[in-house]
């Protein structure tokens, strides 16, 4: 089975606080996505990257940042946590052709205060 | 991109079959339409997709319409642990072959009673 891991699933930060978000693909997957999901919003696309060191932002990609450094890992990056950081964070990965499924991480919930 | 209209929520009797209508009438023809779940304090599952024809798998089954302009989630007969969010997503292509990204609407609320 494809496992997506997050590497916490629960998080509190303070304000102004460098937040590292980890997450680990074992099925070798060329894409990874990071969303945000907050009630009455659904889920937003934050940044995703197709390859090694390659990303494209998403919907809403102020104040977060990403990095890949390796093919199984993508980390989401808040520079300077704020309140309004706090939200589930979900990471997925998908094969890099068309028409394939993504695989969801459990989330982690940050909580910024 | 495409864009998806569905109901907030629907309840279903369990054991009955569920029908979970989605609009998405501006999509392009060489877009996939996919379905994923989230039960709740769980990641998204992939459910189901299609491009035109009706498709089956052991989860569900997908209806299009023929001019594509909207599909319909069928959950044959529905449990309480089909209790969920339900999206569904139009599959939108960046330019290179690669990267390509799901795009999630607010879904629908399925509840799923006894």
């Known amino acids: 089975d494809v496992k997506v891991t997050q590497s916490s699933r629960y998080l509190v930060k303070r304000t102004g606080e460098k937040v590292f978000l980890e997450c680990v693909q074992d099925?070798?997957?060329?894409?990874m996505f990071w969303y945000r999901q907050d009630p009455g919003l659904g889920l937003r696309l934050i940044y995703f990257s197709y390859d090694v060191k390659m990303k494209e932002k998403g919907d809403i990609p102020e104040g977060y940042s990403v990095s890949r450094e390796k093919k199984e890992r993508f980390s989401l990056i808040l520079e300077s946590a704020s309140t309004n950081q706090t939200s589930m964070y979900l990471c997925?990965?998908?094969?890099?052709?068309?028409?394939?499924?993504?695989?969801f991480g459990q989330g982690t919930r940050l909580t910024v205060v | 991109d495409a864009k998806t209209t569905q109901p907030p929520s629907m309840d279903c009797a369990e054991g009955r079959a569920a029908n979970l209508p989605c609009n998405h009438s501006t999509i392009s023809g060489n877009e996939y339409v996919y379905w994923y779940r989230q039960i709740h304090s769980q990641g998204p599952q992939y459910i189901i997709h299609?491009?035109?024809n009706n498709e089956t798998n052991e989860m569900a089954s997908l209806i299009i319409t023929e001019d594509r302009k909207s599909s319909t989630l069928i959950l044959p007969h529905a449990t309480l642990r089909d209790t969920a969010v339900y999206y569904c997503i139009v599959r939108v292509f960046t330019l290179m072959e690669y990267g390509n990204k799901l795009v999630f609407g607010a879904g629908t609320i399925l509840r799923v009673k006894s």
């Open positions: 997925a990965s998908s094969v890099g052709t068309r028409n394939t499924e993504a695989f």
């Open positions: 299609g491009l035109k």
């Open positions: 099925m070798d997957h060329e894409n």
